[in-house]
């Protein structure tokens, strides 16, 4: 399968009041491109060539790691936001955040700060063990994913600077608190829960 920067999920500007089309003009046309172009050339004329994006991130290591992670990572971040997402989840979803963290009060302050806590660059994502059903939230450095670790990403935020600094400068914080608010894609966490089960 040819690996190809996949459509952003809605319009640049349909995020506009918490993350800005010029935010994702870069991110998406800039750093989302950037990275599908670095891993064609890198796999071009290699054994890599033609294999799936899922297969090269969880069977290579160094830049075509790198780049294949961050193009399935920004891949999944887009989908993980909505227009009109964010506030408390219902659905099967829901219950298994109730059943994980004892309350969606008690989810909102460990993915807080556990978003905030994350030194330099990486994901937070909320996680899935496959093994006793049990939701959990993991701040991955970098370019690193749950699937790594043995555990399926539902949702996923992007906490590199890129996601936020002309937004948001320095405020991780604030960032994270409208993505909480005002983005978070629960049905797509949903869905992935589903998919998962
Ligand atoms: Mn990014």
């Known amino acids: 399968m040819k690996i190809e920067l996949s459509p952003l999920p809605y319009a640049m500007d349909a995020l506009e009041s918490s993350i800005s089309s010029k935010t994702l003009e870069l991110h998406y046309g800039r750093?989302?491109?950037?990275?599908?172009?670095?891993?064609?050339?890198?796999?071009?004329?290699t054994t890599h060539e033609g294999a799936e994006l899922e297969h090269l991130v969880t069977n290579s290591s160094g830049a075509i790691f790198n780049n294949a992670a961050q193009v399935w990572n920004h891949s999944f971040y887009w989908n993980s936001m909505a227009p009109g997402g964010?506030?408390?989840?219902?659905?099967?979803?829901?219950?298994?955040?109730?059943?994980?963290?004892?309350?969606?009060?008690?989810?909102?302050e460990q993915f807080k700060s556990r978003a905030v806590g994350l030194f330099g660059s990486g994901?937070?994502?909320?996680?899935?063990?496959?093994?006793?059903?049990?939701?959990?939230l993991e701040a991955l450095k970098d370019a690193d994913n749950p699937m790594l670790?043995?555990?399926?990403?539902?949702?996923?935020?992007?906490?590199?600077e890129h996601a936020y600094y002309l937004d948001y400068q320095n405020a991780r914080d604030r960032y994270v608190e409208t993505f909480l608010t005002n983005l978070a894609n629960w049905r797509f966490a949903d869905a992935n829960l589903e998919k998962a089960a």
């Open 149 to 160: 670790h043995e555990r399926i990403p539902l949702l996923g935020m992007d906490v590199w």
């Open 86 to 108: 964010g506030g408390q989840p219902g659905g099967r979803i829901g219950v298994a955040v109730n059943r994980s963290f004892g309350s969606f009060a008690a989810f909102r």
């Open 123 to 136: 994901y937070l994502w909320l996680t899935l063990d496959p093994g006793n059903e049990q939701l959990a």
């Open 31 to 45: 750093h989302h491109r950037g990275y599908v172009e670095k891993l064609q050339g890198l796999i071009e004329g």
